[in-house]
């Protein structure tokens, strides 16, 4: 609890990587427009889960790569690793601290997507789309986290990462578009997306089991 | 037995078994009833690479567990080798895959389950290599490389069913995959070109093996004199 | 498809695995005669060495 709290206080107090990382969000937004209007009144409603989902992943890799490199620069692990701590809550607290700061960029960047790229309202769904949300979301940070550890104490530092990470993260992107391009698109209560929402379910149990086991590896000395 | 087991006699012993599924899939299988018709014959080899490939793979994920159990180099040395070999036979699974798909389809590439898992798998596994050579620290590189093997591997299941199943509901699965029930002659072909498969992955594991003890043997030499 | 045609991209199937199999088979034979050459060669180094610095250290 308490590293938690401390991730998040150094955080807020500077705010630098939040920003960024949500202008960057907004930025490749309206990138992605110009990029795919290229046909006159070209519809995009069929996008709308994987340009969301990406502008995410890649937004996660920068901040990972940020928040990793903060700590390794002003050697807060070694202090860290000092205390009576199990390796393993570090990873939950890491986990959580990242999870947070994406949802609080998704809390800026869902509406204004919604307002550049979906047309209609999907207030009706809006229950299973936030639980798709989050779903992604800590399967994108537990992954996330267990392999900037890793990466951080390579010598590529912050070029590793993207290359280790999205191979693995294909599949939560997968479902996650799938799931939001429908739900953004034609609408879908949980009946429709529950192969996803349990498919996401999944991975994360998985994924996080399985950085419980290896996370003393990856962060040990 | 432990001649039998020698690389090359493995390898005389994969060779028999490669030749004869070869033989047995052309002479005494017969031609596929559908439109694939002829080219369906790549699947005799095709798909006993997939699966040494995916065996590959799963030995090298034991071997991580060991290595990050005993932290013994031999460990580490068995998880690389598999992985470049998994990864050998990958590229082969694509570059057949993609000739099978021209000769079926007409199309090079499909965005199919096997074809894109395969592709995943090589990226993955690549990214294996990049991250060893990003790590100097022998120690260190073996345990880095050990999780992601782990991980790794418990991933490629999970892309399998992801772009198996889930595209579904948006638009309709492109391409069957084929999986239907095999009749007796072309089993017999297949699991006799299986077994040669599995038993050439063995051979090439072997030398691959000795070529990495050698070479730290090697270097703990030089080290020795130089040092 | 015809026979003619299909069989040729299966032979281009099977020609390629198996002459990257085969040929990846005979390199690393290759590299391990090779790398054995340079154990034997190493060791007798050591021992080289180590005869040479006791006769110094007997002196």
Same mark, same amino acid.
């Given at each position: ?221 | ?227 | ?13 099977? !020609?390629?695995?198996?002459? &990257?199999?085969? $040929? ?5 034979? *290759?590299?391990?005669? !090779?790398?054995?050459?340079? &154990?034997?060669? $190493? ?5 080289? *060495?180590?005869?040479? !610095? ?6």
């Amino acid at each position: 609890m308490a590293i938690l709290r401390k991730d998040l206080i150094r955080e807020l107090r500077t705010r630098e990587m939040l920003i960024s990382m949500i202008l960057f969000v907004l930025l490749a937004m309206v990138i992605f427009h110009y990029a795919f209007t290229v046909k006159e009144g070209a519809d995009l409603t069929y996008f709308t889960g994987g340009m969301l989902w990406v502008t995410f992943i890649f937004a996660m890799l920068l901040g990972l790569n940020r928040s990793f490199a903060q700590e390794k620069d002003e050697r807060c692990l070694d202090g860290l690793l000092l205390c009576p701590v199990d390796r393993v809550t570090i990873f939950l607290a890491k986990t959580a601290g990242n999870l947070i700061f994406l949802l609080i960029i998704q809390v800026v960047a869902v509406p204004v997507f919604t307002l550049f790229f979906v047309e209609r309202s999907y207030a009706g769904d809006l229950l299973p789309f936030l639980v798709v949300l989050l779903l992604a979301d800590v399967g994108i940070c537990a992954l996330g986290t267990l392999l900037a550890t890793i990466s951080m104490n390579t010598r590529s530092r912050d070029l590793l990462l993207p290359i280790i990470f999205l191979p693995l993260i294909v599949p939560v992107l997968i479902a996650a578009t799938g799931a939001t391009t429908l739900i953004f698109a034609e609408g879908a209560g949980f009946g429709g997306l529950l192969a996803r929402v349990l498919f996401l379910l999944g991975f994360d149990a998985v994924f996080i089991v399985a950085a419980y086991g290896t996370y003393d590896f990856a962060i040990g000395e | 037995m432990k001649q039998l087991l020698s690389a090359p006699a493995l390898f005389v012993e994969a060779g028999i078994c490669l030749v004869a599924g070869l033989l047995l899939g052309f002479l005494y299988a017969p031609i596929d009833a559908s439109s694939m018709g002829f080219s369906q014959k790549i699947f005799y080899y095709h798909a006993p690479i997939a699966e040494t490939a995916l065996l590959a793979f799963g030995i090298a994920f034991v071997a991580a567990i060991a290595y990050l159990r005993t932290q013994d180099a031999k460990w580490d040395r068995l998880g690389l080798v598999c992985v470049r070999l998994g990864l050998l036979f990958s590229l082969l699974v694509m570059i057949t895959g993609m000739i099978w798909g021209k000769a079926a389809w007409d199309a090079w590439w499909a965005w199919e389950p096997r074809l894109t898992t395969f592709l995943l798998v090589c990226f993955l596994y690549i990214a294996y290599f990049v991250l060893r050579s990003a790590v100097e620290e022998e120690q260190r590189r073996a345990t880095y490389a050990a999780v992601f093997a782990i991980i790794a591997f418990i991933d490629v299941p999970i892309t399998f069913f992801a772009t198996r199943f889930l595209p579904e509901g948006l638009h309709p699965v492109v391409i069957g995959t084929g999986g239907s029930g095999m009749e007796g002659s072309m089993l017999v072909s297949f699991l006799i070109s299986m077994l040669g498969m599995t038993l050439l992955l063995a051979a090439l594991i072997r030398r691959d093996l000795a070529v990495e003890e050698l070479k730290d043997r090697v270097a703990d030499l030089k080290h020795t004199i130089g040092g | 498809m015809s026979i003619e045609e299909g069989a040729k991209f299966v032979a281009a199937a099977y !020609a390629v695995i198996l002459a &990257v199999l085969v $040929l990846y088979y005979f390199i690393s034979a *290759r590299r391990v005669n !090779a790398l054995r050459r340079d &154990v034997q060669l $190493l060791e007798q180094e050591v021992q080289r *060495r180590q005869a040479g !610095a006791g006769e110094a250290g007997g002196e």
